[in-house]
């Protein structure tokens, strides 16, 4: 079964506790995944920012809201052990704990920064950020990532429509931007004459690997407006052969077809496509045709600091 949302965790997780005794929240984490049957593919699931497991984000903003509850308390890094709070919460034995049932508690209206009496609030953007997370059971990290990236399919969908917009000679500068920028072809210059001075064979331009020119990359970039299919990229593979050129990069503001991709995987040479959408996903990364709006940095205590161990 999937990963379950992180309040279908809080009372089993409330439950581990209930021996009195301290625990950590990395055994929490391998008991919760074998009582919920996870397979290892489940474990390993990682959040869209590659940073972190689903199921420790889970299991961590479960443990996160009943520590803010008072049912657990903290003992120290990674560390927790049942209040009595918590033991007398058990001895309802409630069927489910979630953010609906905890909301009894004041402590849960004070983190949540819900508004006080006479209109005043002690947090409104975090009482509209909760009321998300409530909604859809993601956790805070969740929805921060999933809102993060549906910003970045919109910037990549609207980088490519003004692409297509713009005259072949744009296209070009275009690429020679984002391989200078990805830290190719040496300076502007040096890449400015490399892109499309060859045009031999289906070769649109011969790139540095590296600043220092020990070895080359041979390109292809095309605004094209169908699927890529085999034929094309087929075609490349034979230019390659012709100049002995080991690896190749063929761009396009369209996308592959399968059969195209699954035709570079089994030559012996190095030949990466890159689509439409990650042209436009690389073009975010490393600053080529867009703009800082606004930045959020996301932090965490860091126990070394309290000398925590």
Request: charged share 25%; glycine share 10%; with cysteine.
């Amino acid at each position: 079964m999937p990963v379950p949302d992180f309040q279908l965790m809080m009372l089993p997780l409330l439950q581990i506790a209930s021996d009195g005794q301290e625990h950590t929240i990395s055994a929490a984490i391998e008991t919760l995944a074998q009582q919920f049957h996870l397979s290892d593919d489940d474990r390993r699931e990682m959040l869209p920012s590659g940073k972190q497991s689903k199921l420790s984000n889970r299991v961590g903003w479960a443990a996160t809201y009943l520590r803010k509850t008072k049912l657990l308390e903290s003992t120290g890094r990674g560390k927790f052990r049942i209040t009595s709070r918590g033991t007398n919460e058990l001895k309802l034995t409630p069927e489910r704990i979630d953010l609906r049932y905890l909301a009894k508690y004041p402590e849960l209206a004070d983190f949540r920064g819900d508004p006080q009496p006479g209109g005043c609030s002690n947090g409104t953007e975090a009482h509209a950020g909760l009321t998300a997370v409530e909604e859809t059971s993601q956790t805070p990290r969740e929805v921060l990532e999933a809102s993060y990236l549906l910003i970045r399919r919109e910037i990549a969908q609207e980088l490519l429509e003004r692409i297509k917009a713009q005259p072949p000679t744009f296209f070009e500068k275009l690429v020679v931007d984002l391989l200078v920028a990805m830290g190719y072809g040496g300076s502007h210059k040096d890449a400015g004459q490399a892109i499309g001075r060859s045009g031999d064979g289906g070769i649109d331009g011969v790139i540095k690997e590296d600043r220092l020119g020990l070895d080359f990359i041979y390109l292809q970039a095309k605004r094209w407006e169908g699927t890529v299919g085999r034929p094309v990229v087929q075609a490349f593979a034979g230019a390659l052969e012709e100049q002995k050129a080991r690896r190749g990069v063929l761009i396009t503001t369209s996308s592959f077809s399968q059969d195209a991709q699954k035709y570079v995987g089994r030559i012996e040479k190095r030949i990466v496509l890159i689509d439409g959408e990650q042209l436009a996903q690389l073009m975010i990364d490393y600053n080529v045709g867009v703009t800082e709006e606004q930045s959020y940095t996301v932090k965490k205590v860091d126990a070394d600091y309290f000398g925590e161990e």
